[in-house]
């Protein structure tokens, strides 16, 4: 079983910076590919970034493209995502996700480990 924290939500002004993590814990962080997802309200559930096991191959959804950058440190066992320029429509709750030996980019597929979600609001 795998345990997903995120952190380093909050609220920031549109144009403004945050970077989330998301500490695993509990299996061989190295085994897993690693997402973040995003949810705003009444909205669906969007892929937002990926990254492979050896952190190697980074993929980004349309709309985070050139002002988000996922990275992670499996010394720490932690995945981040650093947010740049941001915009009021990045507002949502951000989910970190984990697969064994994968990278699922779609939220409509099973992933085997979601985090609990951290709240980013960005002010206009």
């Known amino acids: 079983q795998v345990q997903l924290v995120e952190s380093g939500g909050g609220l920031v002004q549109a144009g403004g910076s945050l970077r989330l993590s998301c500490a695993a814990s509990g299996r061989t962080f190295s085994n897993l590919g690693m997402e973040w997802f995003r949810q705003a309200l009444g909205k669906e559930r969007e892929f937002v970034a990926a990254?492979?096991?050896?952190?190697?191959?980074?993929y980004y959804g349309d709309s985070v493209k050139g002002r988000f950058t996922i990275s992670r440190d499996n010394g720490k066992n932690t995945v981040y995502l650093q947010m740049n320029s941001l915009k009021p429509e990045d507002t949502a709750v951000y989910y970190c996700a984990a697969d064994n030996f994968s990278i699922r980019m779609s939220a409509k597929v099973t992933h085997d480990y979601w985090g609990q979600g951290t709240q980013v609001t960005v002010s206009s």
């Open positions: 990254i492979s096991r050896n952190g190697e191959r980074t």
